[in-house]
C-alpha cells in the first residue's frame, strides 16, 4: 500500500517512539506491545542531489511531512564517520563506504530547514579526536560547507568529548538499562528537541548490523568511555576508541554512572548490542534515516576483514522509530529481523533489535510495520546471499573498535 | 659511507665500484692504512670519521622509522605510531647554512635486526629532504657481504640502487619547499627546543611547513603561505612585527604565543579552544591564552586552525606516511616526496596533493616510472592511484 501519512499520523508515531522509551520503563512493556511506526522505502541510485533530495522529501512526506516534528525545534543529527578519515576501502572513498554520504546529510539539512527547523546541530565523535567535526571531514576530502550550507542555523558540534559545554550531561536510561543506568554525553545531546540518526546500510563485526541504532554507539564521549578515558573525571581530550564498552576491562569515568553489574559477561557480542539499547533509551531517536544508496559488505570499515565489497544497493529507508526502522532495513539487507543469536547476522552476537523489541522500544515484527514507497522485496539488496557466498561473518578486529 | 671497523681488506673497496658512493669516514688505525691508499687509487675520497670535509656539516640525527607503541594508549598521544624522521633537521641545517651540504649521521640501532627496506627509508628520508644519509651498515650486514652471503648482497645492491636514484635525481635539490604555513623563529638559545620541536611535529600533523629565519626575512618570505606561527620568547622586533602585520592585513593568518602582545581588530571565532581570535585587514590573528608548552598540541592546533581545507598532501591507506612538497624555481614542476615508513611500502594508497596539474609521473627506486599510476583531478587538486610501492615514491607533477 502506498500513502501518504496525515500530519496527526506523524504526530502520533513521533509520540509513540518517545513514549516507547518512557514505557521501556515500565515492566509492562513487551514485544507485542513495542511501538510500531510506518517507515518509508525508496530507491536512489546515485547521490545527486537532484536524485535525493527529492526522493527524501517525498518519504518524510509519506510519513507525514517533517514540519509538526521539527519546526521552531533544535534538531540534532548523528551521522557515521566511523574510523580514520585516512581509511579506505581500495581506492573508494569513504562516504561509498562506511561513512554517511554528505549529499544525504546535506539534503536532510535541507529539508529540515524547510521545514521550520529553528538550529540544527550535526553531530559525531570522530575517532580519537577533539578536532571539529568539519576538519574531520576535509581530511576525509568531504566539504563540510556543503552541510553547513543546506539550511539556516546548521552547526557541527564534535561530541567525543566536552565540547562547548561546561559539563556533561546525564541522560537516564527510562528502562534502568541493560548495562548502564545512565550515560554522561555531550551536551548536544540533551540540547535538541528532535534527534536523528543518519546511518550507512552496513553489517558490523560485532553487532551484526549497523543501522540506525547502532549508529548511536557514537554519541558517547572517549574521554568518559574510551580507552584514554580519566579514571576518575573525564579526560580533557579523547583518545582511542570505546574499547572499555567493547570488553568491560575497565569502567567509565568515576564521575560518570557506573556499570549496573560488573559480574555482567564481558564479551563485546554480549555488550555492545545492549549498550546500543541503552543508549536509544536514554537519547530516544525521533527520525530514522538509513542511507543504503553505496555502501560496502563484509563489515563497518575498510578494518574488518579482507572479504569487504563496495556494492550499490540503491536504497533509502526512513522512519519515526529505530527499531522499526531498522527492522525494514535488515528485510532489505536479505535478513530476517526477528533473528537472534546463532542466526545471521547474529552468529556470535545479540540482537539489537530484539534487545530494543524486549523493552517497549519498537517492534521488528514487519507484520506490524507498515512499509510505504517501495516494496521490500523491490529494493532489496541480498547482504545476507553475499554472506553466506564468502561464507563467513566479518571477523572481529582487535585494534579499532569504534 | 662509514666505512665499517671489520673491513680491513682493501679489495672489498670494489663494492663501491658504479656506485654512488663517493667519500669515506674510514675509521683511525693503522690497519686501514691499505684501504685508504686504495681508495685514493680508485679516485674515492677518504678522510677522518669524525671531521666532516669541507663544505660539509655532519648532522646528528635518528634512526627513521616508525615507533610502534608498546601499550594500548599509543606511542603518540593520539595513539598513532611515532616516525623518527629526519627531514625538518636537514631542512634546518640548509636553512640555517644554505651553503654547507647536510649529511645525516644517524646509524642503524645495535643489536636489531635491520631489514633491507630500512636502508631505502634512510636514505630516502634524507635525500628527499636535501641531505645525504651516511651509509652505516650493521655489523651483520657488514660480516654478511665479507662472507658473500646473498641476503646481504641483495640487500647492499638495494641500498646502493637507493643512494643511485637520488644521484641522478640532483636537480631536485634545487626545488624549492612548498608550504601553507611559515615558522618564524631563531632556532636558538631559549627557542631551540621549542622551533625545533615544532617543526617535527609540524611534519607529523601533516601541516606543510616553510622555516623563516628571524633575520632573514623579506617581502618574499611570506608569498603563498596561509598562516605564520610566531612563538619565541622575546617578543618580535619592530620590524619583523611590521613585516608579520602586513602579511595579516594582506589575508594572513598569525598564531602567536602571548609575548606578541595586544592585539587589536575585530574579535572573531577561533575553531580551536585556548586562542583569542581577531580580525585585522583581511586576516586573522590566534592570540593563545597561554605561553605554549607543548610543541605537539601548538603544531596541531595550527593544523586546525589553519584548516585543512588547505592540506596540501591527503593519504588514504599510506599507514605511516610522510610527504615533502616542493616546487621548481620556474614553478614549471611539482616532486611530491612520499615517505612510507612502515616495514614495507602500501597497496592501493591514495595521495591528494594541491595544485592543479596536467599530468603525474611516479618512480621508486625500484622502477623509474609506475606505470598504473592514475590520476583524478578535483578542481584545486589532483588524487593519485597508486599501486602496491616500496616505502618512498617520488611524484613528478606537471603545472
Known amino acids: 500500500m502506498l500513502r501518504n501519512h496525515t500530519r496527526r499520523d506523524w504526530l502520533r508515531a513521533a509520540a509513540t517512539a518517545v513514549s516507547g522509551a518512557y514505557l521501556a520503563g515500565t515492566r509492562w512493556a513487551s514485544a507485542t506491545e513495542a511501538p510500531a511506526g510506518p517507515v518509508a522505502l525508496a530507491r536512489c541510485k546515485t547521490y545527486d542531489p537532484g536524485e535525493v533530495t527529492p526522493a527524501l522529501r517525498k518519504m518524510f512526506d509519506q510519513l507525514g511531512g517533517l514540519g509538526q516534528l521539527v519546526n521552531g525545534k533544535t534538531v540534532a543529527i548523528k551521522i557515521n564517520l566511523t574510523g580514520s578519515p585516512t581509511y579506505r576501502l581500495g581506492y573508494e572513498p569513504l562516504e561509498n563506504t562506511h561513512y554517511t554520504h554528505p549529499a544525504v546529510i546535506a539534503a536532510t539539512v535541507q529539508l529540515l530547514g524547510m521545514a521550520g527547523a529553528r538550529r540544527i546541530r550535526v553531530l559525531e565523535s570522530p575517532w580519537a579526536t577533539a578536532d571539529p567535526v568539519e576538519e574531520y571531514l576535509l581530511q576525509a576530502n568531504l566539504e563540510p560547507r556543503d552541510i553547513l550550507g543546506a539550511a539556516r542555523n546548521v552547526e557541527f558540534e564534535n561530541t567525543n568529548y566536552l565540547g562547548f559545554a561546561r559539563k556533561y550531561s546525564r541522560l537516564k536510561v527510562p528502562s534502568g538499562g541493560y548495562v548502564f543506568p545512565a550515560f554522561d554525553l555531550n551536551h548536544s545531546y540533551e540540547d535538541c528537541d528532535v534527534f536523528v540518526s543518519i546511518a550507512k546500510m552496513k553489517e558490523h563485526a560485532t553487532a551484526g548490523i549497523t543501522l540506525s541504532m547502532k549508529n548511536c554507539f557514537g554519541i558517547t564521549p572517549c574521554t568518559v568511555y574510551g580507552e584514554g578515558a580519566g579514571v576518575d573525571e573525564p579526560s580533557l581530550l579523547p583518545k582511542g576508541g570505546r574499547g572499555l564498552i567493547h570488553d568491560g576491562s575497565r569502567g567509565p569515568s568515576k564521575s560518570a554512572p557506573q556499570e549496573k553489574d560488573p559480574k555482567s559477561p564481558r564479551q563485546d557480542t554480549w555488550r555492545v548490542p545492549r549498550t546500543v539499547v541503552d543508549l536509544v533509551g536514554a537519547r530516544p531517536v525521533h527520525l530514522a534515516i538509513i542511507e543504503g544508496v553505496k555502501t560496502m559488505t563484509g563489515g563497518e570499515g575498510p578494518w574488518v576483514s579482507p572479504y569487504q565489497k563496495a556494492v550499490a544497493p540503491s536504497v533509502l529507508v526512513a522512519g519515526l522509530n529505530p527499531v522499526n526502522t531498522d527492522a525494514v532495513a535488515m528485510a532489505v539487507m536479505g535478513f530476517d529481523p526477528m533473528a537472534d543469536r546463532g542466526t545471521p547476522p547474529f552468529e556470535q552476537c545479540d540482537s539489537t533489535l530484539k534487545l530494543a523489541e524486549d523493552v517497549g522500544l519498537g517492534t521488528r515484527d514487519l507484520r506490524r510495520i507498515e512499509v510505504i514507497g517501495a516494496k521490500i522485496a523491490e529494493v532489496r539488496f541480498d547482504f545476507a546471499a553475499l554472506r553466506k557466498q564468502r561464507g563467513s561473518m566479518p571477523e572481529r578486529p582487535l585494534g579499532m573498535r569504534g | ?399
Open chain 2, 1 to 399: 659511507m662509514r666505512w665499517p671497523e671489520g673491513w680491513k681488506d682493501p679489495a672489498l673497496l670494489e663494492l663501491l665500484k658504479g656506485t654512488a658512493i663517493d667519500y669515506l669516514l674510514v675509521p683511525k688505525g693503522s690497519e686501514f692504512a691499505a684501504v685508504r691508499t686504495r681508495a685514493q687509487q680508485l679516485g674515492i675520497a677518504a678522510g677522518d670519521p669524525d671531521v666532516a670535509p669541507s663544505g660539509v656539516g655532519i648532522v646528528k640525527g635518528s634512526w627513521p622509522g616508525v615507533q610502534w607503541p608498546t601499550s594500548g594508549a599509543g606511542a603518540g598521544p593520539t595513539g598513532v605510531p611515532w616516525i623518527d624522521s629526519n627531514g625538518w633537521l636537514i631542512r634546518l641545517n640548509r636553512a640555517l647554512h644554505p651553503d654547507v651540504a647536510a649529511w645525516v649521521d644517524a646509524p642503524p640501532p645495535a643489536k636489531s635486526l635491520i631489514p633491507a627496506d630500512s636502508y631505502l627509508i634512510a636514505i630516502a628520508d634524507s635525500a628527499a629532504h636535501g641531505g645525504r644519509w651516511i651509509v652505516t651498515l650493521d655489523a651483520p650486514l657488514a660480516k654478511g657481504i665479507v662472507a658473500r652471503d646473498a641476503d646481504s648482497l641483495a640487500t647492499w645492491k638495494r641500498l646502493t640502487a637507493a643512494a643511485a636514484f637520488f644521484a641522478a635525481h640532483q636537480n631536485w635539490q634545487e626545488y624549492l619547499a612548498v608550504g601553507v604555513a611559515g615558522v618564524v623563529s631563531d632556532f636558538t638559545g631559549d627557542n631551540e627546543f621549542f622551533s625545533r620541536e615544532l617543526l617535527n611535529l609540524m611534519g607529523r600533523a601533516g601541516l606543510h611547513y616553510r622555516i623563516l629565519l628571524k633575520d632573514r626575512i623579506s617581502a618574499g618570505s611570506f608569498e603563498r603561505l596561509r598562516a605564520v606561527s610566531y612563538t619565541d620568547a622575546a617578543p618580535p622586533s619592530p620590524d619583523l612585527r611590521r613585516q608579520i602585520l602586513q602579511f595579516v592585513q594582506a589575508g594572513g593568518m598569525l598564531i602567536a604565543a602571548p609575548i606578541w602582545g595586544q592585539v587589536e581588530g575585530a574579535p572573531g571565532s577561533s575553531p580551536q579552544p585556548g586562542y583569542k581570535v581577531r580580525a585585522i585587514g583581511k586576516g586573522r590573528i590566534a592570540l593563545a591564552d597561554d605561553i605554549p608548552a607543548d610543541p605537539y598540541s601548538w603544531a596541531a592546533d595550527a593544523a586546525v586552525l589553519v584548516s585543512h581545507r588547505y592540506d596540501l598532501v591527503r593519504f588514504w591507506n599510506s599507514g605511516a606516511a610522510r610527504s615533502f612538497y616542493t616546487m621548481s624555481p620556474q614553478r614549471k614542476q611539482a616532486v611530491v616526496h612520499l615517505l612510507f615508513f612502515a616495514e614495507r611500502g602500501p597497496d592501493s594508497a591514495t595521495v591528494r596533493v594541491a595544485g592543479r596539474f596536467r599530468a603525474v609521473r611516479g618512480s621508486t627506486v625500484d622502477a623509474p616510472r609506475i606505470e598504473e599510476l592514475a590520476m583524478q583531478s578535483q578542481g584545486d587538486g589532483v588524487e593519485v592511484r597508486l599501486p602496491q610501492v616500496s616505502q618512498y615514491v617520488a611524484l613528478e607533477l606537471d603545472v
